[in-house]
């Protein structure tokens, strides 16, 4: 069975960097077709998609977040990290890590409480950016 572990701090102060790491066990994040996502959920809002890495490493963002995010692995660890610049309260949230989706489109995007495609979900770490 495919699991994910995100593990990082909880708290992290404005204008520094999150960082997330998100272990994976049952599957290898190399294997074929694989995408691998970040995906965070406000409170009182809906999930919004950050971006993702696939089996060969390159890299997908969603574009309003594509200047501060930046998603890296290690495939000796089987694990993939989220590294997020400059936060504010804004970014406070449950940072969720998943394996999916299945296909890339060129705007993978969740909408309303559904991000698509998504099979396997880490149980979420909530993150607080103070002010």
């Known amino acids: 069975q495919v699991q994910l572990q995100e593990s990082g701090p909880g708290l992290v102060k404005s204008s520094q960097t999150l960082s997330l790491t998100c272990t994976v066990s049952?599957?290898?994040?190399?294997?074929?077709?694989?995408?691998w996502s970040w995906i965070r959920q406000p409170p009182g809002k809906g999930p919004q998609y950050i971006g993702s890495?696939?089996?060969?490493?390159?890299?997908y963002y969603n574009p309003s977040l594509t200047s501060r995010a930046s998603i890296s692995r290690d495939t000796s660890k089987n694990q993939f990290a989220l590294q997020l610049n400059s936060v504010t309260p804004e970014d406070t949230a449950t940072y969720r890590c998943?394996?999916?989706?299945?296909?890339?489109?060129?705007?993978?995007?969740?909408?309303?409480?559904?991000?698509?495609?998504?099979?396997?979900w880490g149980q979420g770490i909530q993150v607080t950016v103070s002010s």
């Open positions: 049952g599957d290898s994040i190399t294997s074929a077709y694989r995408y």
């Open positions: 998943a394996r999916g989706p299945s296909t890339m489109p060129a705007n993978y995007y969740c909408s309303g409480s559904v991000c698509p495609n998504i099979d396997y």
């Open positions: 890495i696939d089996y060969s490493g390159n890299l």
